[in-house]
């Protein structure tokens, strides 16, 4: 390559570096937005339940996120980076990016088991096919993140890491992804349909919610995978310079979301329940209650005296 066209794709790729890097600060101002939002809420809502798995998950899922933040904006603004440090930065936020991902599909998966009623053949193909979509990916991202190679930096002061090689099989991360999510969306869709299309029995107003929740915020996501894959196998030239463009807003979105329906489906109960939230609380995992447990144990929603024992949680 002469010269001049070494220039050009150099300063190409800086302007690709600096549009990754918007996104990146972008996603981080969302991320931080959101959480004021919501926070009068966690506090209210999330903080006074007692622990149990889902409030682990939801905490884990809320507050990650900010770890990968400080991560991902490390190895886009510290200038003169070492190789090794390059390394680090890129396997650490590849790592925690694939295990949040996982453990905020365990609540949206958990969810979608609750309101097909705990159905029993999903009870055991749920866990099979979240195994079958997840031990793949973490293989798959391995793979990737030992092909990745970084260049040495053309000038002084330079911002960030120069990548210069990846294997394109981060794509199949993201067609996982996109696999698992249009399952989950096809679930609720067929709950939603059968639900609404009984319009004489009435549905519930939380149950109305977590489906229309589980639809649009699985939509959101099939969407954002689809773009991830669509930029790192048919756009092959820019998979270097972009192969991570979406990557952590998605992680945002994506965490954003999952504690949006844990949140809404107590503000939702919260309405909907004739007590408070000290009194009732919503459903086991996905709450907890000090007087006694609310859950989805058939097409509609039933307060304390309905429920036994030995119910099964959310």
């Known amino acids: 390559m002469d010269p001049q066209a070494q220039a050009r794709a150099l300063i190409t790729a800086l302007e690709h570096m600096q549009i990754v890097t918007y996104f990146d600060v972008a996603s981080t101002a969302l991320l931080v937005h959101e959480y004021i939002l919501t926070f009068e809420q966690e506090v209210t809502l999330i903080w006074p339940s007692a622990w149990n798995i889902t409030k682990i998950l939801y905490l884990l899922t809320r507050y990650l996120p900010f770890v990968d933040a400080v991560l991902v904006l490390w190895h886009q603004f510290t200038p003169n980076m070492p190789l090794d440090q390059c390394y680090l930065a890129y396997k650490s936020t590849g790592w925690m990016f694939t295990i949040s991902f996982a453990m905020a599909e365990v609540i949206l998966t958990i969810r979608t088991w609750a309101v097909w009623n705990r159905n029993r053949l999903l009870t055991f193909a749920l866990p099979i096919f979240y195994i079958a979509c997840w031990a793949p ?23 960030g890491c120069l990548v210069t090689a990846g294997n394109p099989i981060l794509s199949w991360c993201w067609i996982l992804l996109m696999i698992y999510e ?21 549905t519930p107003q939380l149950l109305a919610g977590i489906l229309k929740d589980g639809i649009l915020y699985y939509l959101y996501l099939f969407v954002l995978s689809t773009i991830n894959v ?9 998979q270097h310079d972009f192969a991570n463009l979406f990557s952590f807003f998605e992680r945002v979105i994506h965490a954003v979301l999952t504690c949006r329906v844990i949140i809404n489906i107590r503000v939702q109960a919260k309405k909907d329940l004739a007590g408070s939230v000290d009194t009732y609380s919503v459903v086991g995992d996905l709450s907890t209650v000090s007087a006694g447990p609310m859950r989805f144990r058939s097409q509609h929603l039933h307060t304390r005296d309905d429920y036994d024992e030995d119910d099964i949680p959310i």
Not at 137 to 159: A, K, Y
Not at 191 to 199: L, P, T
Request: glycine residues 10%; proline residues 6%; without cysteine.
């Open 137 to 159: 990916d973490f293989t798959f991202m391995g793979i990737f993140l030992d092909s990745m190679r970084f260049g040495v930096p053309p000038i002084e002061n330079f911002q």
């Open 230 to 238: 669509v930029i790192i196998r048919v756009l092959p030239i820019l």
């Open 182 to 202: 249009g399952v989950m969306l096809l679930l609720m869709a067929i709950k939603a349909f059968g639900e609404f299309r009984n319009v004489h029995a009435g």
